[in-house]
């Protein structure tokens, strides 16, 4: 049988402290291709490995105001164009009593667009990962802290990467089956 | 000294106890749903709530059958239990919103360990809210007239109306605490799919958690949008019960018309939504022996938002005593007279010794740390909000302009059912949450440890 292509090749560490270490190095070492996972979030560790495009306020803000035109402007052609109907004397275009509406409207689309954006940006739901197929990685949702640079890095060397891998003191080394 | 060690020491409990670790923390609190048995004591507690919820199924099936005619309201008193159950649960709920959002941007780390299940609080309450406006339009099944959408009629809702902008704030309310609460769960779901050793549990726990897997990336993104997103749930929770104020403000009834709803009923919000935290917080801990991740700490903080939210409400009280007096108008004059002097005035005087009065108590430390002692408070806080919006939504009406329109306010069976039947849904709902989902933030928990600090 024909060996399956690795995926990448993963350390584990003990603590948040060796991980943000050794992903800062690996980092400088000029692996482009790595990531990190922990099991609750470490400040700076996505800066460690040279993450930093965060698009997630953006697309909350086109969110919010999508859903504060759309609460206004539905409320104004309902209450003003289409179905024009006189309440106590008070204009139909009544923008004060329209604040409420718009208001709720430009949260509900903002924090729709946080949670969707988020899970859509991280690439979620993703059911399955080979980073999984490692029985070690079980630890990454309690107490393990572990480090992976991708085959398809363009230094990664399957002898190399090891060897700067083992010289980060982890706990142990897997490779990761794709 | 390093920031830990001198926040206990200015603080006294800590928020968790010393000596866990980060896997004693995940074990602990995964195994209360992975590996504890069933014990009796949830079946029984499960099996009343249970009944009490079938029992608001019983009492809204025959009103769906019967209409509104069953219940105590009628001229003049059109809005009664109903209303008042519905201003109480969602009330209830803000305090959720308030440990999970507000104190998450105020840094208040303390809030980790109870944040979970207060949100899953607001979600029961809210659900419990939403029941009774629904049941109570007295076309149910016309519900959904409610909400803007096109229709053959040629009919839009009116949006100068309170009662619309009531539909508009609670069903945001609602699906933004639910995002928020599914979101917080999302890593700890992860823990429980890695953790759990039965296939049915792993298919479950793996299909909510989504794939998640840790990465740097992924939690740099996830922690934006969660502080967005308690960013966004801030006004909005603020908007929620000032929205519901709106509803009597924006009226004429003398008792409604008055501008210090808003704030006043914001504070009473999380005055009993805090009461009920603790009334939850204080048997649950017991039972699943989680003092060390909510200590004394946390009862006492929980108690000293009582006492002042309680504060501002007595202010309100006072506010709306004095404007009584103060407006010269004799249909307000008359609204206060009738409170102290009416024929509800024992319910008056009830919630001032509820709200007001006990609630002293808690200006003594010693009775902050007793659970007991802050058990029953919170229980009689509960009943005084309870009362409150009797008062407001009731004794207002019983007694407005006209004296040939007045007239008393009798509950029926069927009121008193679906009132209990809420809460016995509220309950069986909490009892399934406490037993299939991490009742405590875990990932939040192991963020609390020392060892959880990168050192330089």
């Not at chain 2, 945001?172 to 917080?184: E, K, M, N, P, R």
């Not at chain 2, 399934?432 to 405590?440: D, N």
Request: with cysteine.
């Amino acid at each position: 049988m024909k060996p399956t292509p690795l995926y990448g090749m993963m350390a584990e560490f003990d603590t948040p402290t060796d991980l943000v270490a050794a992903a800062e190095r690996a980092h400088h070492a000029g692996y482009q291709k790595i990531d990190a996972y922990s099991p609750f979030p470490i400040e700076g560790l996505a800066e460690a490995i040279g993450f930093q495009k965060n698009r997630v306020p953006l697309v909350t803000l086109i969110g919010g105001i999508v859903g504060g035109l759309t609460g206004y402007l539905m409320q104004y052609w309902i209450s003003a164009s289409s179905y024009p109907v006189n309440v106590g004397g008070k204009p139909y275009h009544s923008w004060p009593a329209f604040i409420p509406v718009t208001f709720e409207l430009t949260i509900l689309f903002a924090g729709i667009s946080a949670v969707l954006g988020m899970l859509a940006l991280n690439g979620l739901p993703m059911p399955y990962h080979p980073v999984f197929n490692v029985p070690r990685f079980a630890f990454a949702s309690k107490d393990r802290f572990f480090l992976i640079v991708f085959s398809s890095d363009p230094q990664y060397n399957s002898k190399a990467t090891r060897d700067f891998l083992e010289r980060l003191n982890p706990r142990s080394i897997s490779e990761v089956p794709s | 000294m390093d920031d830990r060690t001198e926040q206990l020491a200015k603080n006294g409990a800590p928020v968790i106890e010393p000596g866990h670790t980060f896997a004693t923390v995940t074990d602990k609190i995964s195994s209360i749903v992975l590996t504890r048995p069933t014990s009796n004591g949830w079946y029984v507690g499960f099996g009343i709530a249970f009944l009490l919820a079938m029992t608001l199924l019983f009492a809204v099936g025959y009103l769906f059958a019967r209409g509104i005619g069953i219940w105590g309201v009628n001229v003049p008193i059109g809005w009664g239990f109903a209303i008042v159950n519905f201003v109480w649960w969602i009330g209830i709920g803000h305090a959720g919103t308030l440990i999970s959002a507000i104190l998450l941007l105020l840094r208040q780390s303390w809030r980790n360990s109870i944040n979970r299940f207060a949100e899953a609080m607001t979600l029961f309450a809210v659900a419990c809210a939403g029941i009774f406006p629904l049941i109570h339009v007295g076309r149910p099944w016309l519900a959904y007239w409610l909400f803007p959408y096109p229709n053959s009629m040629g009919v839009w809702p009116q949006f100068r109306s309170p009662l619309i902008w009531d539909v508009f704030a609670v069903s945001t309310y609602a699906t933004i605490s639910l995002l928020f609460w599914f979101i917080g769960l999302v890593p700890d779901l992860a823990t429980l799919r890695d953790r759990s050793t039965n296939r049915v549990a792993q298919m479950i726990y793996g299909i909510l958690a989504m794939g998640w897997r840790g990465s740097a990336r992924h939690w740099h993104r996830y922690e934006t949008a969660y502080l967005l997103l308690a960013g966004l749930a801030t006004p909005l929770v603020l908007s929620v019960h000032t929205v519901v104020s709106f509803d009597f403000a924006i009226g004429i009834v003398p008792g409604w018309h008055t501008t210090i709803f808003p704030p006043y009923f914001v504070a009473g919000a999380i005055y009993s939504g805090f009461a009920m935290v603790l009334m939850l917080a204080i048997p649950i801990r017991k039972v699943y022996g989680l003092e060390d991740f909510i200590t004394e700490r946390h009862l006492q903080n929980s108690a000293k938002v009582m006492l002042a939210t309680g504060l501002i409400v007595a202010y309100g009280y006072v506010i709306e005593a004095f404007m009584g007096w103060y407006s010269g108008n004799r249909y307000d004059a008359f609204t206060l007279w009738n409170r102290l002097h009416g024929p509800y005035k024992w319910d008056y005087f009830a919630l001032l010794i509820c709200n007001i009065v006990i609630p002293q108590v808690l200006w003594i430390r010693k009775l902050r740390t007793k659970p007991i002692a802050l058990f029953f408070i919170s229980g009689v806080v509960l009943v005084g909000m309870w009362l409150e919006r009797f008062i407001i939504v009731v004794v207002s009406l019983h007694r407005d302009f006209l004296t040939s329109s007045w007239g008393m306010y009798y509950p029926t069976r069927w009121d008193w059912m679906t009132y209990i039947g809420t809460i016995g849904l509220f309950l069986a709902a909490m009892f399934l949450f406490v037993r299939i989902l991490p009742m405590i933030s875990i990932f939040e928990m192991r963020t609390l440890l020392p060892e959880a600090e990168v050192k330089e």
